[in-house]
Structures are given as C-alpha cells and as structure tokens.
C-alpha cells in the first residue's frame, strides 16, 4: 500500500491569523502562492508515480475545508486523469476544532477575551500534558488522533490488500494524526514530532505483512528574498485581510 500524505498549501491564514475571523476557519482559501505549492506537490507526486511499474488508480480523499479542497483541485489539475479512481470528502480529515479558542491563535488575546478558560486549559497542559489537554468547548490532539484511527478503520478499509496507492489532503495536525496512528507510533513521537510544512508530501509505504514507513517525499518552496509581497492575495480572487477597524494595517497581506 502507497499513500501521499499532502498538506494543503499555505492559505491567507497562513499568513495572518485575522483570516481566520474574517472568513471562518472552514473558508479560509490558499494563496495564489499556496496553489502554485500545491501544484509542485502534485507535480512530485506524479514524477514518483512514473517511477513505478504498475500504479492502481489514485483513491483521493480530503478535508471538506476550502484550503483543502483547493490543493486537491491542484493535484487533479496535474495528475493523469486516467489514473484518477475514486475521489471523496471526508469530514473526519478536518482541522483540529480549538472551540472558544478557534480564530484566536495568539495566546495573549486567549488570555485577555477568555482569562478564567484559559487559566484551565494551562492547567490542563501542565498538569495532562499538551496532546491530552482539550482547549474549552474543542478538541485535544488526542481527540484529533482519535478521528483519524477512526478513518482509518472505516474509510480505508477496503484498501488493504497492499496494492492500493491513496491520496490524503488534510491539515497539519490531522496529517500527523494520522500518520501517527498508521505506523503505530506511541505519544512520544507526536510530542517530538512536527507539523509537515505547507503542501509538504509524506509517503507511506509497506505492507501489512512486513510494516510501513514514511519519508518526507517533497518539501514545499519557501518564499525567496523578495518574494513576500509577492502571491499573497486569495487564489481565484482578489481578497486580502481587513484591516482592523483605527488600527493601522502593517500586515503587508
């Protein structure tokens, strides 16, 4: 069995965690840099496929979340529509749900907007540990592990007989979930570990009989020296961040 684990490309949130208030997390969308990443990914993948001598065709799943479903368009613009078999949404591939929290990423402002949740949640993680510690009303890494076992268990089920090639377009978390749970890591190793930059591709491969392994099959171009300002509106759309209202906007996006 052969599965491309693909995070999606970097989005506006990416970039500025305003976006995630002005479009809701589930609608935040790539940057015309984070297609153009997105389709280096696709174009790794399909430059590994042709190194093979028999490829099943593609079972592409993904994140119901915008910034997902624009990287799978990116790789389906790429890859052979021949190869191509089944592609499907799963919801269980969504990002890590944070509750009170979502949309607030700096801790500061947690913090200041929600003083006597946040005290509990430090509490949480001193006292359970980051990976058990479940920000109020959302979701603990473990929860998100939880998940992407569960997708495993059903959603893969029938590609098990070691021949089957997938694709998976999820998140930063949820990819590291799930290759967590896939090559049956303990928590240690999703402490130590990181989350697979923006439109990196991870390869899992092996067999049940023998076991799997994954390595780091494509690392996604960074901006250059002189790129920031470049690419850094919505995909599809002239959209950037708002800026806050009296507030000088010194965000560049």
């Known amino acids: ?7 999606h490309g970097e989005s506006l949130g990416n ?5 995630y208030g002005q479009f809701g997390d589930h609608n935040v969308p790539l940057t015309r840099w984070g297609h153009r990443q997105a389709i280096g990914a696709a174009e790794a993948i399909a430059s590994h496929l042709k190194t093979l001598a028999d490829v ?4 592409v799943w993904y ?19 021949d190869l191509i078999g089944k592609v499907r949404e799963d919801y269980l591939l969504r990002e890590q749900d944070f509750g009170l929290f979502t949309e607030i990423y700096d801790h500061a402002e947690q913090r200041q907007k929600f003083p006597d949740e946040f005290e509990k949640w430090a509490r949480l993680r001193n006292n359970s540990g980051k990976f058990y510690a479940r920000p109020p009303d959302g979701e603990s890494r473990a929860d998100v592990a939880q998940r992407m076992r569960l997708f ?12 089957d090639t997938v694709i998976i377009v999820g ?3 949820t990819n590291r979930a799930f290759e967590m749970n896939f090559l049956q890591q303990p928590v240690d190793w999703f402490e130590r570990s990181y989350n697979p930059g923006n439109a990196d591709v991870t390869l899992i491969e092996g067999t049940h009989a023998a076991g799997y392994a994954s390595t780091l099959l494509h690392h996604a171009a960074d901006r250059r020296p002189g790129e920031e300002s470049e690419m850094r509106e919505a995909y599809g759309a002239e959209v950037r961040i708002a800026p806050r209202s009296g507030i000088p906007d010194g965000s560049g996006t």
Request: no cysteine; hydrophobic share 40%; aromatic share 4%.
């Open 1 to 7: 069995m052969r599965i491309f684990l693909v995070r």
């Open 15 to 19: 970039l500025d965690e305003r976006a």
């Open 56 to 59: 099943r065709q593609l079972q």
């Open 63 to 81: 994140s119901p979340f915008l910034r997902t479903r624009q990287t799978k368009d990116a790789l389906l613009e790429v890859l052979q529509p």
């Open 152 to 163: 495993i268990q059903t959603a893969l089920h029938d590609a098990r007989d070691g021949d």
């Open 171 to 173: 998140h930063g978390v």
